[in-house]
């Protein structure tokens, strides 16, 4: 079953940016990952905003594949990066519909 990360980050410190996103998609596709969207045009149409700076939509083939990036030794370096220089939040969900209505959608 795919995986998807969800990657809101609000940015502290810029200066990692330009490094991380030149070499994270990188390993992202090393292991199987593929970008859906990378952008920092958000707007907060319900809720508290949460003044993010950039949202990442990645999808990951597997569990596993997921795993295996963000535990990969050559990510290490742009991790500790981006977690000095904002406030992330990664989640995982997968490609599953709790209520078990929609019918394309396995249910979870």
Known sequence: M???LIADIKITNDEWVPTYAENAHKIVHKHGGRYLSRSGNITTV???DLCTS???IIEF???Q???NF???PEY??????RQAGSKSRFHIIDNSDIAGTIEYLPAS
């Open 65 to 67: 594949h997921f795993e």
């Open 2 to 4: 795919c995986i998807f």
């Open 70 to 72: 963000f535990n990969d």
């Open 61 to 63: 083939p597997s569990m």
């Open 54 to 56: 950039l949202i990442a």
């Open 76 to 81: 290490a370096t742009y991790a500790k990066a």
């Open 46 to 48: 319900e809720g508290e």
